[in-house]
C-alpha cells in the first residue's frame, strides 16, 4: 500500500484524478498481447505473395528467420534502451500513472532527450520486437494498439506536465513524442 502511495496513488483512486484508469488500461492491453494467439506472418505474406501467377515464396526460407531475428534484435535493443534509460532518468519521479508526482521535477536528459516518454516508447518497441520474435501478424496489430494507447494516454500527461511545469512547452516543441525524429 506504502508503495502505490509513493507512486501518487491517490486514497480515493476510483476516481481517477491521477489517472489510475489508465494504469488499468495498461494492465489489460499486457494481458492482451499475452493471450493474442500467433498469426504466422511469413505463411500470410506468402499466401498473399503466391496468390499472383509466376511468383512463388517459400515460408521456410532461413530469409523470414534472419529477417525476423535482426529485427527481434534492433527493436529490443531500442526497448531497453528507452525502458532503462527512462527508469534510470526519472529516477524518484517514476510513477505509472500520467499525473506527475507532487514533488517531481521536469526531466529532459538522457533518453528524455530522444523522445519525451520514453518509456511508453519502450514498451511500444518491446511489443514489436515480441512480435517479430513470434513472426506474428497479431502481436504486430497489438504493438500498434501500444502505440494509439500511448499516444493518448501521453496527451493527457502532457497536459498535467504544462501545468505543473512553465517549461514544458519549449522541451515539447523541440523533442518528439514516442518515435525519436519521427513522432
Not at 81 to 101: D, M, Y
Not at 141 to 155: N, T, W
Request: aromatic share 16%; hydrophobic share 45%; proline share 5%.
Amino acid at each position: 500500500m506504502n508503495q502505490l502511495k509513493s507512486w501518487g496513488f491517490s486514497a480515493q483512486w476510483w476516481k481517477g484524478e491521477r489517472g489510475e484508469y489508465w494504469v488499468i488500461g495498461q494492465g489489460l492491453l499486457f494481458l492482451g498481447i499475452i493471450l493474442l494467439p500467433v498469426y504466422p506472418l511469413a505463411s500470410i505474406v506468402t499466401s498473399i505473395v503466391n496468390s499472383f501467377p509466376g511468383s512463388s515464396i517459400d515460408p521456410s526460407a532461413p530469409i523470414w528467420q534472419y529477417t525476423s531475428w535482426g529485427l527481434t534484435g534492433l527493436f529490443g535493443t531500442i526497448a531497453a534502451v528507452f525502458l532503462l534509460g527512462g527508469s534510470i532518468n526519472l529516477g524518484t519521479n517514476l510513477t505509472p500513472l500520467p499525473h506527475p508526482k507532487d514533488e517531481s521535477h521536469l526531466v529532459t536528459a538522457g533518453v528524455y532527450s530522444l523522445v519525451r516518454h520514453p518509456i511508453y516508447s519502450g514498451v511500444i518497441f518491446l511489443t514489436l520486437a515480441y512480435g517479430c520474435w513470434q513472426g506474428s501478424l497479431s502481436h504486430l496489430i497489438g504493438a500498434f494498439a501500444f502505440f494509439l494507447f500511448f499516444d493518448m494516454k501521453s496527451r493527457k500527461e502532457e497536459s498535467w506536465l504544462m501545468a505543473k511545469f512553465a517549461d514544458y512547452e519549449v522541451y515539447r516543441s523541440q523533442v518528439k513524442k514516442l518515435i525519436p525524429w519521427i513522432y
